[in-house]
């Protein structure tokens, strides 16, 4: 059987990683002078605290060529094959790391990478269609043919509560534009050929301008791979989250309505208050 393992920024729950037996490799959180594992020895939270006590940002890093080479190794000890997926290269250099790691044990023909173009659940989408192709008993080779198919299809767009973040952090070069005494604004974040664009622009309270930016998806929506939809946030108020879970389930469409919350890589580039709904389109 194929293993399944994704790098920490899929930002998939405890129970979606144990319900489709995911590894899950943390990638770095830098504070200062601090390096932890994202998710296993910070959260978003405190992360966010240190932001605050210390007015910068995070930085983040890929996973270091000698760890990836005991991920390989054991991964490749214990399974027939594996899958590796990672963040868009142009966020990060996860992919290439892995990929030499594989090179350098020779295990090409058993051990692959799915560089996702993506980012957060658009990668989780991804992620758990590969487990259920698994679970089917496909080989590595099938079920990566299978994901290319969708990769381009994965829709992955966040609204931001703030530009700070991901203008100290230079992920998204359209954001600095936006920035200089208009900070109050609420861009509409796309991911597209694995990069970020700030494509629209909103005003006004988050929780208005989150629902707006769902109902703008409506039609997209309804005709979007029935299967599920993730609705994904950096700690958003409950309220907000359950009226986009209402409006969603409203539309008597998904199978599945999955929210999760973002990682510390993830929350370390948006900031707090950030929500996306990710979807594979038909």
């Not at 991920?71 to 142009?90: L, Q, R």
């Not at 973002?262 to 996306?276: N, Q």
Request: net charge negative.
């Amino acid at each position: 059987m194929v293993k399944i393992i994704a790098d920490s920024t899929c930002d998939l729950s405890k129970e979606l990683v144990e319900k489709y037996d995911i590894n899950i490799i943390p990638l770095h959180i830098v504070l200062g002078e601090k390096e932890y594992l994202d998710g296993v020895e910070i959260t978003p939270d405190e992360i966010y605290e240190w932001c605050d006590k210390n007015e910068a940002t995070p930085k983040t890093s890929a996973v270091g060529f000698e760890d990836a080479i005991d991920i390989v190794k054991n991964a490749s000890n214990e399974n027939d094959e594996v899958i590796i997926f990672t963040i868009s290269e142009k966020m990060s250099t996860t992919a290439n790391v892995f990929r030499m790691a594989i090179d350098e044990l020779g295990l090409d023909d058993k051990v692959t990478v799915i560089e996702s173009a993506n980012l957060s659940t658009g990668i989780g989408l991804m992620v758990i269609k590969a487990s259920l192709l698994a679970k089917e008993g496909k080989n590595m080779k099938e079920i990566c043919t299978e994901i290319e198919k969708i990769k381009s299809k994965v829709r992955s767009s966040f609204v931001v509560d703030t530009l700070t973040y991901l203008h100290r952090g230079g992920r998204c070069s359209s954001v600095a534009a936006l920035v200089g005494g208009v900070l109050k604004l609420h861009p509409k974040i796309v991911v597209s050929d694995g990069a970020m664009s700030a494509n629209k622009k909103y005003r006004g309270k988050i929780d208005k301008v989150i629902l707006d930016y769902v109902k703008e998806m409506e039609t997209d929506l309804k005709s979007a791979d029935k299967e599920r939809v993730f609705i994904t946030h950096s700690g958003c108020e409950q309220e907000i989250i359950d009226k986009v879970y209402e409006y969603l389930e409203s539309l008597n469409y998904f199978g599945e309505i999955l929210v999760t919350r973002a990682g510390g890589v993830i929350s370390s580039h948006c900031g707090a208050g950030t929500l996306g709904v990710l979807y594979i389109a038909n």
